[in-house]
């Protein structure tokens, strides 16, 4: 079975301004939490994203994440097949561990555990 796309980041300097703007483009509702705004597009058809504010490159990009059960054996999977690991797994506050991957062609992607 395949791994659906559960969530996307949108990166930033100043994460109330980008809050604003989309928020009032698209009416999504976000909300402060710690170094992250999170949206509610509000739509059952979509998912829903945060915003965040790294303070160091990269400032801007938009980056999908994969969810899997297990990030051990796609971290390991993804150098054989000629990508990179950008950034290691990350234990997330409620439970969940994240990564960035580079495909071959330098694309990153974020990959997730689920909810526990």
């Not at 710690?34 to 965040?52: E, K, M, Q, S, Y």
């Not at 504010?53 to 971290?75: S, T």
Request: aromatic content about 10%; glycine content about 10%; overall charge negative.
């Amino acid at each position: 079975m395949g791994k659906p796309v559960v969530h996307f980041e949108i990166g930033c300097r100043d994460k109330e301004r980008n809050a604003h703007f989309y928020s009032t483009l698209f009416d999504w509702q976000t909300t402060p939490a710690g170094p992250a705004t999170l949206i509610d597009t509000g739509n059952a058809h979509g998912i829903n994203g945060h915003f965040v504010a790294l303070g160091h490159e990269p400032h801007h990009y938009v980056l999908v994440y994969i969810e899997v059960d297990d990030l051990a054996p796609y971290l390991e999977q993804i150098k054989t097949l000629g990508g990179s690991v950008v950034v290691p797994a990350v234990p997330l506050p409620d439970g969940r561990h994240f990564a960035w991957l580079a495909d071959p062609e330098g694309n990153t992607i974020g990959i997730i555990t689920p909810n526990k």
